[in-house]
């Protein structure tokens, strides 16, 4: 089944530590982003990849981290969560741009006290 | 900066009305997306437009590409307390899709 998985679905974690959202597609997609989605704000993109080894910045990447190194697996790093950080979190992966279709993992829901 | 505003916010009806979700940009985008997002889960692509012009029909939604590209509308006719959820607008962007905020939708039985 074609599919975006992500790990952990719920976290609770306090400030400062450290913690990885794992994101992986089996569908060969070449792209992969992170969304941040909170009330009224919408989607808003983290980081997105192109291929192995090409992150980009999108629109909140402040306080993130992203790798790239296999195609199948994106991870979010949150070197130092902050209480701000608090937010329901989405991996997804289309096949390039365009018109393909964006398919989007289950969620993340990051509680930082 | 490409952004896209999505009206209304939330829109709360009645069983069997109509209504209209509108995404307008100042910007022209390639190609649009509509997806649908229901509680706890990830958003699912419910239809792609790219002509402008374009109306695209799936059951009792109707989504419309503007002339120019530059907007786009869902049209639920009779609505169905299966169609609540939250409806997300998508333009294509470089590199990158550029979405609206979102429409709640609550339909009473």
Request: charged share 20%; aromatic share 10%; with cysteine.
């Amino acid at each position: 089944e074609a599919q975006v998985t992500q790990n952990p679905r719920y976290l609770i974690t306090v400030t400062g530590k450290k913690l990885t959202v794992t994101c992986s597609q089996n569908m060969n997609h070449e792209y992969m982003s992170w969304y941040r989605q909170d009330p009224g704000l919408g989607l808003r993109q983290i980081y997105y990849s192109m291929n192995v080894e090409v992150t980009d910045k999108g629109d909140v990447p402040e306080g993130y981290k992203v790798s790239r190194k296999e195609k199948r697996n994106f991870p979010l790093i949150l070197e130092s969560p902050s209480p701000n950080q608090t937010s329901l979190y989405f991996c997804a992966s289309r096949k390039r741009g365009g018109t393909d279709t964006q398919y989007f993992g289950p969620g993340t829901r990051l509680t930082v006290l | 900066t490409q952004l896209l505003e999505q009206s209304p916010q939330f829109l709360s009806i009645q069983e069997g009305e109509n209504l209209t979700v509108y995404c307008n940009s100042s910007s022209v985008f390639s190609s649009l997306q509509w997806y649908r997002q229901e509680p706890g889960e990830g958003p699912v692509l419910l239809v792609t437009v790219v002509t402008g012009g374009e109306v695209k029909k799936l059951k009792r939604l109707t989504f419309q590409f503007g002339d120019a590209r530059k907007d786009s509308s869902l049209h639920i006719t009779a609505a169905q307390p299966g169609d609540t959820g939250l409806y997300l607008c998508a333009g294509d962007g470089n590199y990158q899709l550029i979405w609206g905020a979102g429409t709640k939708l609550i339909i009473k039985p």
